[in-house]
């Protein structure tokens, strides 16, 4: 079953006979649809449908993908890493689980898992259940529907329509005493953008006749996926400041003086170009999670202009681990002269059920040439809490005019209320300075730094593009250096294994008490 969004933004079956429901959605200007999908001077709404729902329509791009007439129906899936939920019983027994992927088909899809039998004695894991890799639906957000004529084209090339990792949440938000599983999604770089000038993407123009009525913008959305086969839409989400769907979304918790949880998700704004770029200052949007009502839209002005977010997917930091979310860190990248891009981090600081009343810190971290569209990790580290990023992008083949990035590790000294000493960063394995161990528990000395590579001949800048992540006091990053040569593709990289709290080698002994 094949999901889309209709006239008053309810789920509906995408089919032919529902095409009275979002037909107006699909678009009405003749000129934009190939030839296949076009009866003399009509649209064959019909035909467009059916080719979207796998059929292969005589004159489109081709489906066939042998002498049999076999179709191909699944589109590329690039940045969308598949995640996975899993369903239990009311005892909490695994059923089973289930995939969900977006592709640039312009779908979310559903896809069914099976179950994992763990290792038993001289047993080996394996997958059971049936109908492995079955889809079991699919869902088309409502502003990608206008994009979906273009992949019948015989000369497609390609298209970002719906690219966006899901992001899953186990949360309680109906307070009916069972969690829920909402999947938050969207386009990334797929939709358009409300914006004009050269770094801009517009919707088209056939869908998109004013702000207000606007369809084909790049969105957020919302799915209750706790009944697998009946999801339920929560909200679709664009807005005008919103530029590309880049970040992703943080989960933010919080508690009333009754003793009542608060949820949202905070999004924000992303670039207006494929290339990575905008002329609108940065906003941070926070949405009511159930309902999607727009709470806070925070312009924060002149000094993020021409800037968009980096990458979210988190649930912030919960700082005192009282199952609240204290703080939310975001990277951001800005655009200065013609192509070099600053950046720093931003410190979120949510301790209010009312988002107004949150601060928003933009001196935690700046880099005069380096901007930060990767996640920050925030992690334990002996026992002490640190984030943990690097520098650098890569949005198109020569993006390389950053200065030399950099991983860090810098120790989080806020408390709950946002009361914060300040602190300095010293670079390691450097010719310069080494971090000293007798350093390391002195709260304002113990931050640290690496420089990457300056990049050759072959290749570019070396930059962190990737998410770290933390385990067991070992810090890992994945850093990646493109080809220099325009007509080359790939690259190299390097993943890094790194003691937390010094930046050494994971298994350095140089400072004692600080060893894994």
Known sequence: MIYTVDNSNSLIEFTVSNLANFQ??????????????????????????????????????????????????????????????YYKDQNGKLIHGVIFTASNDGML????????????????????????????????????????RYLADPNYCHLYIHDLAP?????????????????????RLGGGCSCSGTNCVNPPPDTCKNNSSCVGLSEYYALDVTDINNPKLLWEFTNPNLGFTYSGPAYIKRKDSAGNWKYFVLFASGPTSYDGYTSQNLHIFVLDLTTGNLLLDKDLGQNFSNSFGGRLFNNGLDVNEDGQTDYVFLGYSRKVGNATAKGGVLKIWTGDTNPNNWDFDETLLSFANNPVVAPIVAGKCFNKWFLYFGTGRYFYKTDDDQSQNALYGV???CDENNNCPTGTINPVHAATQNLACQNIADKTQGAWMID??????IYLKERNISDPSISNNIVFFTTTQPTADL?????????????CATGDPAFSQRCPGFTV
């Open 24 to 85: 107006s959605f699909l678009g009405t200007d003749v000129s934009e649809f190939p030839a296949c999908l076009i009866n003399g001077n009509t649209i064959n709404y019909t035909n467009l449908v059916n080719y979207i729902r796998g059929q292969d329509i005589p004159g489109c791009r081709s489906r066939k993908v042998n002498s049999s007439g076999d179709v191909w129906k699944l589109a590329d899936i690039i940045y969308s890493s598949p995640k996975i939920a």
């Open 452 to 457: 990457l590579d300056l990049g050759n001949t």
């Open 167 to 187: 992001y899953l949440i186990n949360v309680d938000y109906d307070n009916d005493g069972t969690q829920e599983i909402v999947l938050i999604g969207g386009l």
């Open 411 to 413: 120790p989080f000294l």
């Open 109 to 148: 899809h559903a896809f069914e898992a099976g179950k994992v039998e763990s290792l038993t004695g001289s047993y080996v894991a394996k997958l059971t259940g049936t109908n492995l890799g079955k889809e079991l639906w699919a869902f088309i957000p409502k502003h990608a529907l206008p994009y979906l």
């Open 487 to 499: 007509c080359g593709f790939g690259g190299q990289t390097r993943a890094w294994a790194l003691n």
